[in-house]
């Protein structure tokens, strides 16, 4: 099955920083790659997400860049701000035509998580 | 809140017992998911189910099990044979299938802490 190996797991930065988290993953059938935020005692919540159809996609101060060859993504956040710290989980999925049966439909692997700080 | 909710939000248990979580959704998702997650693990998929009266096992569904006899609810039981259930358990869903596009946004209940005494 799908395997995602997430780097680093931890990240310390200075506000108005960069911070970049990279994943890999394992099974060249996937396709979508979705961002997860999850702040101290919360739910996970999507923040950005991609699809193997495109390399890059920005929203704001957040940009996620998909290299298929290479089977990695990354998260970059620019101009951190203290309440940008959180942990952040990277997902992939395969689309249900590729999966076992069919029954992988949504089935999402996340990686271990990183917890970033931004120091004020 | 996104309209997933779970219960209860503290949940402490005896070895050798089984416990049940809630896991409601007003959203009309087919799909629901269980996670288990540990400190510096992630998210392990514990079971999903795409549609009523169907369910698959995920990556660690040893000791768990789980029914989906209503739409709207996805409960999980922690079993007796879980050696090791203290973990911060999540409930997702999403519009499944029927949702139209391929891949789309899991929604995440609060969670629940279960700690075994």
């Known amino acids: 099955g799908e395997n995602v190996e997430q780097h680093p797991s931890t990240l310390s930065v200075q506000e108005g920083d960069s911070a970049v988290i990279k994943c890999t993953y394992s099974?060249?059938?996937?396709?979508?790659f979705p961002w997860y935020k999850q702040e101290l005692g919360k739910r996970p919540q999507l923040i950005i997400d991609?699809?193997?159809?495109?390399g890059e996609k920005k929203d704001q101060r957040i940009a996620v860049t998909l290299n298929k060859t290479a089977k990695h993504f990354s998260l970059h956040i620019t101009e951190t701000q203290p309440e940008d710290s959180a942990v952040y989980f990277c997902?992939?999925?395969?689309?249900?035509?590729?999966?076992?049966?069919?029954?992988?439909?949504?089935?999402?692997?996340f990686g271990q998580g990183t917890i970033l700080t931004v120091h004020p | 809140d996104g309209g997933i909710t779970q219960s209860p939000k503290y949940l402490f248990r005896k070895e050798g017992q089984n416990v049940t979580l809630s896991c409601e959704q007003n959203?009309?998702?087919?799909?629901m998911y269980w996670y288990r997650q540990d400190p510096g693990q992630g998210l392990r998929l514990i079971y999903y189910?795409?549609?009523?009266?169907?369910?698959q096992k995920g990556d660690i569904a040893e000791g768990y099990s789980v029914s989906r006899e209503k739409k709207e609810s996805f409960p999980l039981t922690v079993t007796s044979a879980q050696k090791n259930p203290t973990a911060f358990y999540l409930c997702?869903?999403?519009?499944?299938?029927?949702?139209?596009?391929?891949?789309?946004?899991?929604?995440f209940g609060p969670g629940t802490r279960l700690t075994v005494l």
């Open positions: 997902a992939a999925s395969i689309p249900p035509a590729l999966g076992a049966g069919g029954t992988s439909y949504g089935k999402l692997t």
């Open positions: 099974d060249s059938a996937s396709n979508y």
């Open positions: 991609i699809r193997s159809n495109v």
């Open positions: 959203l009309n998702h087919d799909a």
């Open positions: 189910s795409q549609i009523v009266n169907d369910f």
């Open positions: 997702a869903s999403n519009p499944g299938l029927a949702g139209g596009p391929l891949h789309s946004e899991q929604f």
